[in-house]
């Protein structure tokens, strides 16, 4: 038999339309894998396998394709019936009493939300307590570590997400999965504990780019669905950052420009952004400023159980002057004009998703630097599997899009992963 | 003895640099005043007095010119110490444990959230329980209502509100007082109910335009004290809608252009939008599209105790493909970059705020024509009272500055303010 854990949304898909799709056994066979797996990967914050089979008989309200499939739920999105505790000591066990509008949707698409997922304490830099499925000594990334360990892991089909730095993209390429990281506005944020007001965006983790499109419209409730997309031009874009890059991160970017020119894609090679890497320290700037204000109450009631590095981080914002905030913002504006008109043309932007493979250890998640700067830009964002490393662990190319054009975007890039898929992790 | 209650942020200030501002004693003529009218203007919907006098002793942590300052919460946005009900009977009593990251900001500033203010069902168009304090047998407006009303009755000097229609600009016309919406982004809503993701944002209620100079610096922590801004140039720009501008309105943004003009501002008569006003049914489908999202909880979970035009709403909005939604934000896009384009050289756009004076009767929050393209358009405006119309109640012109540059909008309508005193409303 199959394992039905294993398969994507699209395979489940597949047998849907043949009629042999069974919600009961795929829920059985997640719940198995991670009765089997999760003491050691440590992905979710909260699950409870006995209700998720009694609410399986939950009647969907629209129906677009996912009834019956599980989700895991970022322990930063308020659900009804689980506890959200934003991966801080201060709100655990808390009830928000109400869904996240993002989870009250894929409910009434007939989606179970089967989990909360261990997140970083609010959704920053200080780890929770998820481990690398590849290789337990090393961090699967954050802050969206329990969902993107939950998908690489087989546990579930589709886990949800959201970045603020890196927090998508850089998890799903530690873990050797798909991660799509929307543009600025593009999905409902209501209900999702705010980091930072400008920088903040949902997004999620599949293994086959494919299933993007089909998450997609059902949230959208898109009348037919999309097919793959061939993209006509691609912007190859090394960034300032390329030398910090590890010679195989280097490599798979390279090999997927080559895989792309072989398909008679045009590649160019492009600049873009300031030398200096003026982008990436203006996000810095902007993280620091608005968490400084998201986490105002806490630091004012709570600072006692902020660890060292949340009260370090919202103590530099505090010091930011308003005049150093606004040159941010206006760096960032001058160049998201710029990367419109890049993308008028251009189909994508390829790029480095991290500077390399997992860091051993669980004291950091590694570093966010190939994010800061298209998060800053708002830009729509997949992570695609492209290998693995000098220790035998992921990597991933990240395939940048126009902000507000993500409908294209992940049709793009379920056709690059299809082509690129020798590249990606079995 | 001056009635304290009575005075503005600016007046307040300058008290508090001669030495004689008491905050105990503002606080008391702010209840006192409250005491002898919220029986009938409605404006609260929860109030502690007594716990608010307690409260003045507690410590500011930043300190910017608001310590001891009482300002009005909208019921949309969470307060740790007072309940959020959202304006819907389904979360009457919430507490939400914490305060939204704006009101620990204006916390942090020293100010005293003195209470929360009524809000229409989820600020959307099913009217509260206030009255319009200028004449009780009228609608003061909505969403905002409550803020607006609590600072044109002198019941506070400073109230917050937020915008996804015209929940700002329109009660603050209806009550005859200065109100400011901010630009999309420009301040942080985490903790706020959303309502719609592309169209929410924050802004507040004053009585001298010279005030919101004084709370964006404290809430943005500026270095210095900005001045008062004459404007170069502005643009009349009468909207697809003026003819459904009463006379008097339409007479009151006539005489701003003119007394702008005796001051040597250039006035330009400017034609901005469709003719056929397709930003406004634009700015209808958004809401709709994304209101049916950010209700899909409360859709599913508690129908029975939705008002018939809240489910007819987000009803409307799950009738929408995503294709309608796709072409209103496209048609947005397209006309964001000409606001921007017109915006580089025009100080600001001078139209009118609303149709009229505040309707008769309270089933309506009245009509928010004149708001939902700017909106739509993640434009900052502000709302100057504008002398009274036909039936002696208060109307308004609305000033709409660039998408980000805020700063300078509220600093010109400062200026615009005190040219155009002789038109406000005692």
């Known amino acids: 038999m199959t394992d039905l854990n294993k398969l994507s949304l699209t395979e489940l898909t597949t047998l849907r339309r043949r009629g042999e799709f069974d919600a009961i056994a795929l829920l059985d066979a997640c719940l198995h894998r991670i009765a089997a797996r999760d003491g050691q990967v440590r992905a979710f914050e909260y699950i409870d396998p006995e209700r998720l089979q009694r609410s399986l008989r939950t009647t969907s309200l629209l129906g677009s394709g996912l009834e019956g499939i599980p989700f895991g739920v970022k322990d930063l999105m308020d659900t009804f019936d689980m506890p959200t505790g934003w991966g801080s000591p201060i709100y655990k066990g808390r009830q928000a009493g109400r869904d996240a509008g993002c989870i009250a949707s894929l409910r009434a698409c007939g989606a179970l939300a089967a989990g909360k997922t261990v997140t970083t304490e609010f959704a920053c830099f200080h780890p929770g307590k998820t481990r690398n499925p590849r290789n337990l000594s090393h961090t699967p990334g954050g802050s969206s570590q329990g969902s993107a360990a939950a998908v690489a892991d087989f546990m579930l089909p589709l886990a949800l997400g959201t970045q603020t730095a890196a927090s998508i993209i850089r998890p799903a390429a530690y873990c050797g999965v798909v991660g799509y990281k929307s543009s600025r506005g593009e999905f409902d944020l209501g209900g999702v504990c705010t980091v930072s007001q400008t920088l903040d965006s949902l997004g999620f983790f599949v293994r086959d780019a494919h299933d993007l499109i089909i998450v997609r419209r059902a949230l959208m409730r898109g009348a037919e669905e999309a097919a793959p997309s061939k993209p006509a031009r691609v912007a190859l874009v090394r960034t300032p950052h390329w030398a910090e890059a590890s010679e195989a991160v280097q490599a798979a970017v390279e090999r997927a420009a080559r895989l792309l020119a072989n398909e008679n894609v045009i590649v160019d090679e492009v600049t873009f952004g300031p030398d200096d890497g003026a982008l990436t320290e203006a996000h810095k700037v902007v993280m620091a400023y608005e968490v400084a204000r998201s986490r105002m109450f806490e630091y004012t009631h709570h600072r006692e159980h902020l660890s060292a590095p949340m009260a370090r981080l919202i103590e530099?914002?505090?010091?930011?002057?308003?005049?150093?905030?606004?040159?941010?913002?206006?760096?960032?504006?001058?160049?998201?004009?710029?990367?419109?008109?890049?993308?008028?043309?251009?189909?994508?932007?390829?790029?480095?998703?991290?500077?390399?493979e997992a860091p051993a250890g669980h004291e950091s998640t590694g570093d966010p630097l190939f994010s800061r700067m298209w998060t800053l830009l708002?830009?729509?964002?997949?992570?695609?599997?492209?290998?693995?490393?000098?220790?035998?662990?992921?990597?991933?190319?990240?395939?940048?899009?126009?902000?507000?054009?993500?409908?294209?975007?992940?049709?793009?890039?379920?056709?690059?992963?299809?082509?690129l898929a020798d590249q990606a992790c079995a």
Chains 1, 2 share one sequence.
Request: charged residues 25%.
């Open 316 to 356: 530099s914002g505090l010091e930011m002057t308003f005049e150093q905030y606004d040159r941010a913002i206006t760096l960032a504006r001058e160049w998201e004009k710029r990367l419109d008109e890049l993308l008028d043309g251009v189909d994508f932007i390829l790029s480095p998703s991290t500077t390399g």
């Open 378 to 419: 708002g830009a729509p964002a997949v992570n695609l599997p492209a290998g693995r490393g000098e220790n035998d662990l992921p990597i991933g190319i990240q395939l940048v899009g126009r902000v507000g054009f993500d409908d294209m975007l992940v049709r793009h890039a379920a056709w690059a992963h299809s082509v």
